[in-house]
């Protein structure tokens, strides 16, 4: 029945999107930390016990880290609870979403091995702070396509949303770590399984971490992200830089590109809603990177409500240098007996394309984690209503450094039965780093070409 009542409450809310555009109240607000955990996910479990109550999430210290930076699994004696196969698909149909059944029905041999549920998001400190600032503080711009009163928080803008668009931008606003640098590949496999890899050098920057940032830039800006491929060697050398902002409407997306071959720098208005990912061989767009990023103006938002959902969770396995590349990327899919997947609470935000405006996709639906605001499903659907492509992130939780992060994201084609995995970095010399020092002058375009030397 309390389900039921949130959900009907949820749907409520959503239909006044349009007009709600003011932060909750101080008393609302006070529920964060109480009912509700520090970031807005409820704290308590659900009525069977299925999904426990949050408890403070994973401490520092929970696992071993070694020296490259890679994370033990805390849970590596854990067995599955059941696995979810087309068999016995029937039996857990409710908790399951549209795209998630999809791949059973296109992949006669796909699993979900589901494990017990822990709630294992946590944050630092001053991070929790800064979302209940952002509660009684942020605001959407007319239209909805950026934040106003934001700049003093920086993170989860909304974390007692009120509408569809409100918890999409949470996904675009949440916690990552800061700044950090990584090396990861990305792969497309071929419908036989073969596959290369594309290696890139990806750098993240907050501007609340550079120092020599203009004030008048930093007002406005949410992150600024640069992305050098090192491999293969056709592709070597390319670098993108892209500088998003807090309200979009006032400052629209920036984007660079270095083409190496051509040692020259442009304009990239390309790098957004569905213009073509990097070296991604039409498997996804801009805009399904990190699961969705950029500006929500093109679609209407709809929140449908919450549920509870089947999720990769907890991925710590899959992560670790002992699991190769060769042993996640299979034909059709990625490796789903290194996958885990855990009974979770999800909003449920569905996307329709405005009237009038162009995308690919006619239509979408995420699923976004209760606890971290992070997508972990979503679907995209084809301009005659007709599934095409199934996203999952396999979501983790960096204990060290307090961060929920994605071990990797995979967007799958269910019509030509490809798919796409980027963010593996289980064979490179370091894991992620986080905390990296970052100076405006190299998040420029005038930097770019230094930046791509090979």
Not at 304 to 324: C, D, H, M, Q, S
Not at 345 to 355: F, S, Y
């Amino acid at each position: 029945m309390k389900t039921t009542m949130h959900l009907i409450s949820s749907l409520a809310l959503s239909l006044l999107a349009g007009s709600v555009l003011a932060a909750v109240s101080p008393q609302e607000a006070a529920q964060l930390g109480s009912s509700l955990t520090p970031l807005g996910g409820e704290r308590a479990g659900n009525a069977d016990g299925s999904i426990p109550e949050w408890t403070g999430g994973l401490a520092k210290g929970a696992a071993a880290v070694d020296a490259r930076g890679f994370l033990a699994d805390p849970f590596a004696g854990e067995q599955p609870l059941f696995t979810i196969t087309a068999q016995n698909l029937e039996q857990y149909r409710a908790k399951l979403s549209e795209g998630q059944l999809a791949m059973f029905q296109r992949y006669p041999g796909y699993s979900m091995p589901v494990y017990p549920s822990h709630r294992t998001a946590a944050v630092p400190a001053a991070i929790n702070e800064a979302a209940k600032r952002s509660a009684v503080s942020t605001e959407l711009v007319e239209g909805g396509n950026g934040l106003k009163n934001f700049a003093d928080s920086r993170y989860y803008a909304f974390p007692i949303p009120q509408n569809g668009l409100e918890v999409v931008w949470n996904h675009i606003t949440r916690y990552r770590g800061g700044n950090l640098r990584r090396s990861i590949v990305q792969a497309t496999p071929q419908t036989n399984g073969d596959f290369t890899l594309v290696h890139f050098e990806d750098e993240v920057a907050m501007p609340t971490s550079m120092p020599d940032l203009d004030p008048a830039k930093a007002a406005n800006a949410l992150l600024f992200f640069k992305q050098r491929v090192t491999a293969p060697s056709r592709l070597a050398g390319n670098v993108l830089l892209v500088h998003d902002s807090l309200d979009q409407i006032k400052e629209p997306r920036m984007a660079w590109v270095y083409n190496a071959g051509q040692r020259r720098v442009r304009r990239a208005p390309q790098v957004a809603y569905d213009g073509p990912g990097t070296a991604a061989d039409g498997l996804r767009t801009s805009d399904n990177f990190d699961m969705y990023n950029g500006a929500p103006n093109r679609y209407d938002w709809k929140l449908v409500g919450k549920r509870e959902l089947y999720i990769p969770y907890n991925n710590f396995r899959i992560a670790t240098p002992a699991v190769k590349y060769a042993d996640i990327l299979q034909a059709g899919h990625t490796n789903q007996d290194l996958a885990r997947y855990e009974l979770h609470r999800v909003w449920e935000v569905e996307a329709t394309l405005k009237a009038g405006e162009r995308n690919i996709y006619g239509k979408r639906r995420f699923f976004i984690d209760e606890d971290t605001w992070q997508i972990a499903v979503s679907e995209h659907y084809d301009g005659r209503g007709q599934l095409w492509r199934v996203g999952q992130a396999m979501l983790m939780q960096h204990y060290e450094v307090q961060a929920p992060v994605y071990a990797f994201e995979a967007l799958y084609d269910v019509i030509v039965g490809r798919y796409l995995a980027i963010g593996m970095s289980n064979e490179e010399k370091r894991a992620v780093e986080y905390g990296t020092a970052a100076s405006a002058i190299d998040f420029t375009p005038a930097a770019l070409r230094n930046a791509g030397v090979r």
